[in-house]
């Protein structure tokens, strides 16, 4: 077993720490390494509970006196003369309320753990939220549209309006809890009498007991069924960026709202164009002749063809920008810019009178007509002076 770190170090905090500090490092950490805020992490986890068992022992003044006079010994039974009071995922003593630490994340405030304050477990909780990908082309993203997509949600009971009875009946409160959804245990030690808290057996920690439970939802009091939406999307979304249908999620527990449907967009890359942020980039092939002579090409894009006039002696990579022609900002007035990169493109299998013309065409040029070429030269020069 790994070794234990300090109380106060686990906090951050050192000893003299006032019950003040000790609230606030705890509410921070606790909101930092929460499971549900890190699912999967199984660090996080282990730290979480590190964070509540150092606040069970420092928020509690006889645990911290026993604690600052015999360390470990004084608090936990494993090292021989222990209080017995659960930590970790057990115990979040010195009254803090993790309904007010999580309450907007789940809705009907935080319960299920023992020690401190617990939520009522027949308080209104919010649905839980569905997830879908929707795959978008370039142009739907840039310029919106609208999609339908079907989900599979649950829906408060038509026939039991969520309560899980039987039409004609009601839940009872549960006789052994009291509508707590949990049962206080005491146990005598060395240092005192110490409670706990566990989850009711006989209601299954919900407060109430169903007596004739519902027979199209068999008590649960909700129904799984598909539905199709309609979704709107803006224009000038980008991918991996999400919208909510607000309350198109699953139906809330107790009387609580439903949650949302969050899709998030799958853009497919274009052959042509690339996003930087709401600019577009496009590559432009032109002839030899167009980068010298200067000519009009044609030039995509996200609205259509557009002329631009290339000056005479382009080089290859020369980038132009076209001002507005980007894409939209998303939920906000105007747009990016497009840029046009032109690549010179040098022509491939001359014939004979091709390769005369251009020969007789190089035999009349001279240094000063290459600008890159003539610094070139000159650098060439200096350095083998």
Avoid at 100 to 128: Q, T, V, Y
Avoid at 163 to 190: H, K, L, M
Avoid at 295 to 314: F, L, N, R, W
Avoid at 337 to 347: A, F, K, L, M, T
Wanted: glycine share 16%; proline share 5%; aromatic share 8%.
């Amino acid at each position: 077993m790994a070794e234990k770190r300090d109380y106060y170090e686990v906090l951050g905090l050192s000893k003299g720490a006032s019950d003040d500090e000790i609230k606030k490092a705890y509410r921070k950490l606790a909101k930092k390494y929460h499971p549900d805020l890190n699912p999967g992490d199984k660090e996080a986890e282990e730290k979480f509970k590190e964070v509540n068992e150092a606040n069970d022992v420092l928020s509690n003044p006889e645990k911290r006196q026993r604690y600052d006079q015999f360390g470990f010994a004084g608090v936990d039974p494993n090292y021989g003369a222990g209080a017995g009071g659960g930590a970790g995922f057990g115990g979040f003593g010195g009254g803090v309320d993790l309904g007010d630490i999580f309450g907007d994340l789940f809705g009907g405030g935080f319960g299920g753990f023992g020690g401190g304050s617990r939520s009522n477990p027949n308080a209104p909780r919010k649905g839980s939220d569905i997830r879908v990908r929707i795959e978008l082309t370039f142009q739907e993203a840039a310029h919106g549209c609208k999609k339908t997509i079907t989900v599979n949600a649950q829906e408060t009971c038509p026939d039991c309006h969520g309560s899980g009875a039987a039409p004609g009946t009601s839940p009872t409160t549960c006789p052994d809890c009291g509508g707590r959804g949990f049962v206080v245990t005491q146990q005598r030690t060395p240092f005192g009498v110490m409670q706990s808290q566990r989850p009711c057996s006989r209601c299954g920690g919900k407060g109430k007991i169903i007596q004739d439970p519902c027979k199209k939802c068999r008590g649960t009091g909700r129904n799984a069924r598909r539905k199709t939406l309609e979704v709107n999307i803006p224009a000038g979304i980008d991918d991996d960026q999400s919208i909510a249908l607000r309350g198109q999620g699953d139906a809330g527990v107790n009387g609580g709202p439903a949650g949302d449907v969050i899709v998030t967009a799958a853009v497919r890359p274009d052959p042509l164009f690339e996003r930087d942020g709401y600019d577009v980039w496009v590559k432009v092939p032109i002839t030899y002749s167009q980068a010298v002579l200067g000519a009009s090409v044609v030039v995509p894009t996200i609205d259509g063809k557009v002329e631009y006039q290339v000056p005479e002696g382009t080089q290859s990579g020369t980038r132009f920008r076209l001002r507005g022609k980007g894409i939209q900002y998303l939920n906000g007035r105007g747009r990016g810019d497009q840029y046009v990169v032109v690549e010179v493109e040098i022509p491939k299998k001359l014939n004979k009178n091709q390769r005369e013309a251009l020969k007789n065409f190089e035999a009349t040029l001279e240094d000063s007509n290459y600008e890159q070429r003539k610094g070139f030269m000159k650098k060439l020069k200096d350095m083998f002076r």
